[in-house]
Structures are given as structure tokens and as C-alpha cells.
């Protein structure tokens, strides 16, 4: 039976200075939880944690050591952590390589996360039921993924090819933890549908085809992209293992994400990539 408010629990949100991460922010906030507003815009992070009666914290994933500052904040200012929303997303045109020396779209929408999941490990582990929420897409069906090569060295950059490895490696991520997790941890990979917000806000061919006037009749907007987070958020964790939700649908997932001997070789691989340590 799902659940009716998040009384009492604390949810973390990344990419929430906007787009459907500000709107679950705010969701989350009208059913009882604590949020922490996690955003590379300071002044719109801290414009939605006040207007949720939440915490702001500033990170840009594009940098690893910002996500390092902002696990220890939580470790050591957050009590207890309930519920992870892993959104922070990025579509970039061109290839960007970081300061640590990864292709953006990948260190942004995958590894980042990861480190980030890893260095909460154990205070997730200290709620009762703990929930980690990986924004994906129904595009990680089309993805190629190559632990050995996530940044994609040896072929040429596409950025919808980079955008889609690193959706499929959010949904191995999603069920790689719940392989390696206790029954007390949970994480699902869902897709939110196609959303009018700042994701592609670098790129043009996106933008384009969600301005035409196809793309906003078949467009969601914010707010309706967040609201499988909040059915997931609010559903029995017992039937959130294995499944990928498509908005609200929950499907098997589809090879190879639910490949158990990639999931290792990439679990290994952005240990190795992102120095976490657990």
C-alpha cells in the first residue's frame, strides 16, 4: 500500500534549482518531508529551499570535489537520509572534458551521482527504509555502454550517444545497488517522460525540437515530470526492486541493464574513476 505523506523523512535533491527536480522539491515539501535543495545555481537553490522551507546546498557536478564537500555537509549536518533523488542532468553538444578530466555528460549524469550515492552509503544505511531515486530515460534502451571506455575516448561524440550510455548507466546503477544493498536500501532508475526544462538548456538540437510545435504538444512540464518521483517515493519499497518505472508504468528491466556481470564491471569501474570510498 503506498504511502500518503513523507512525514518525518529527509530527502536529498539534486538538480533541484529548477525543473523537475525543483518541482519534487516542492512535492515533497507539501507531503511532510525535509528537503535539501541540491543545485549548481546558487541563487536559484537557495531561492527554492526558501520557498520549500528547506536546505540549500550548492554543487556542481561537473566537479567531483564539490560533491565531496557536499556528502561531508550531509554526513555531518543531516541527521538521517531517507530518500536520494539522483536528477542532476546535462545534454551537451560538444564534447567538454571537466577539470577531472571526464566528458561532461557522463561525469555529470553518471559518475557524480555515483560518488555521491557511495559516500552516503552508510547514512542511508541508517534510515529504516532508505530510497535511491536515479532520473534515467526510456532512451537507455539505445545506449552502448563500455565500462573500460565511459568517457568515450575511442569512438566519436555524439551527444545523444553519450546522453543515452549515461542513462542506461543510471538504471545499472539503480540495479547494481539493490544487488549489493541490504533489504533496508532500495534504488530504482526511472524515465519522467519528455520535460520542458534546463536540461538542454547547451543544446540547441534539443531545445529546437521542444520548441517546435510537436515537440510542446508532446512535451511534460515540470511539474508532471516529477510526479513518478513522488509515486515512487510514496509505493511499498518490496516492489521497487528490479523494475525500471516509465513515468508511472513499472517494466523489467531490458538488457543490458539488467546484465548482473556488467553491473559489477561498472560498479568497479567508477569506483576506480571517481576514488569513492565504499
Given at each position: 500500500?503506498a504511502?500518503?505523506?513523507l512525514?518525518?523523512?529527509?530527502?536529498?535533491?539534486?538538480g533541484?534549482?529548477?525543473?523537475?527536480?525543483?518541482a519534487?522539491?516542492?512535492?515533497?515539501?507539501?507531503?511532510?518531508?525535509?528537503v535539501?535543495?541540491v543545485?549548481?545555481?546558487?541563487t536559484?537553490?537557495r531561492?527554492?529551499?526558501?520557498?520549500?522551507g528547506g536546505t540549500a546546498?550548492?554543487a556542481?557536478?561537473?566537479?567531483?570535489?564539490e560533491?565531496r564537500?557536499?556528502?561531508?555537509?550531509?554526513?555531518?549536518h543531516?541527521?538521517?537520509?531517507?530518500i536520494?533523488?539522483?536528477?542532476?542532468?546535462?545534454v551537451?553538444?560538444?564534447?567538454?572534458?571537466?577539470?577531472?578530466?571526464?566528458?561532461?555528460?557522463?561525469q555529470?549524469n553518471?559518475l557524480?551521482?555515483?560518488?555521491l550515492t557511495s559516500?552516503l552509503?552508510?547514512?542511508?544505511l541508517?534510515?529504516p527504509?532508505a530510497?535511491?531515486?536515479?532520473?534515467?530515460s526510456?532512451?537507455y534502451r539505445?545506449?552502448?555502454?563500455?565500462?573500460d571506455?565511459?568517457d568515450?575516448n575511442?569512438?566519436?561524440?555524439?551527444?545523444?550517444?553519450?546522453?543515452?550510455?549515461?542513462?542506461?548507466?543510471?538504471?545499472?546503477?539503480?540495479?547494481e545497488?539493490n544487488?549489493?544493498?541490504?533489504?533496508?536500501?532500495?534504488?530504482v532508475?526511472?524515465?519522467p517522460?519528455?520535460?520542458?526544462?534546463?536540461?538542454?538548456r547547451?543544446?540547441?538540437?534539443?531545445t529546437?525540437?521542444k520548441?517546435?510545435?510537436?515537440?510542446?504538444?508532446?512535451?511534460?512540464?515540470p511539474?508532471?515530470?516529477?510526479?513518478?518521483?513522488?509515486r515512487?517515493?510514496?509505493?511499498?519499497?518490496?516492489?521497487?526492486r528490479?523494475v525500471?518505472?516509465?513515468?508511472?508504468?513499472p517494466?523489467?528491466?531490458?538488457?543490458?541493464?539488467?546484465?548482473?556481470?556488467l553491473?559489477?564491471?561498472?560498479w568497479?569501474?567508477?569506483?576506480?574513476l571517481t576514488?569513492?570510498?565504499?
Amino acid at each position: 500500500m503506498a504511502a500518503e505523506t513523507l512525514d518525518g523523512l529527509t530527502a536529498v535533491v539534486t538538480g533541484a534549482s529548477s525543473g523537475v527536480g525543483a518541482a519534487a522539491a516542492r512535492r515533497m515539501a507539501a507531503m511532510g518531508a525535509s528537503v535539501v535543495v541540491v543545485g549548481r545555481a546558487v541563487t536559484r537553490t537557495r531561492a527554492v529551499a526558501d520557498e520549500v522551507g528547506g536546505t540549500a546546498l550548492p554543487a556542481d557536478f561537473a566537479r567531483f570535489s564539490e560533491v565531496r564537500e557536499l556528502a561531508q555537509h550531509l554526513i555531518s549536518h543531516i541527521p538521517r537520509i531517507d530518500i536520494l533523488v539522483n536528477n542532476a542532468g546535462i545534454v551537451s553538444p560538444k564534447r567538454k572534458t571537466t577539470s577531472d578530466g571526464h566528458e561532461l555528460t557522463v561525469q555529470v549524469n553518471f559518475l557524480s551521482p555515483f560518488l555521491l550515492t557511495s559516500l552516503l552509503w552508510e547514512k542511508l544505511l541508517q534510515a529504516p527504509s532508505a530510497l535511491v531515486i536515479n532520473t534515467s530515460s526510456s532512451l537507455y534502451r539505445f545506449g552502448k555502454l563500455d565500462p573500460d571506455d565511459l568517457d568515450q575516448n575511442r569512438s566519436r561524440y555524439g551527444q545523444m550517444r553519450s546522453y543515452n550510455a549515461s542513462k542506461l548507466a543510471s538504471v545499472v546503477h539503480a540495479a547494481e545497488i539493490n544487488r549489493r544493498a541490504p533489504d533496508t536500501m532500495t534504488a530504482v532508475a526511472f524515465h519522467p517522460g519528455t520535460v520542458r526544462s534546463g536540461l538542454d538548456r547547451d543544446s540547441a538540437l534539443v531545445t529546437a525540437a521542444k520548441a517546435s510545435l510537436v515537440g510542446r504538444r508532446l512535451t511534460r512540464s515540470p511539474e508532471e515530470g516529477a510526479e513518478p518521483i513522488i509515486r515512487i517515493a510514496t509505493t511499498d519499497r518490496g516492489r521497487l526492486r528490479d523494475v525500471f518505472y516509465n513515468r508511472f508504468e513499472p517494466e523489467p528491466l531490458r538488457t543490458p541493464a539488467a546484465d548482473a556481470d556488467l553491473g559489477a564491471r561498472l560498479w568497479q569501474r567508477a569506483h576506480e574513476l571517481t576514488h569513492a570510498s565504499t
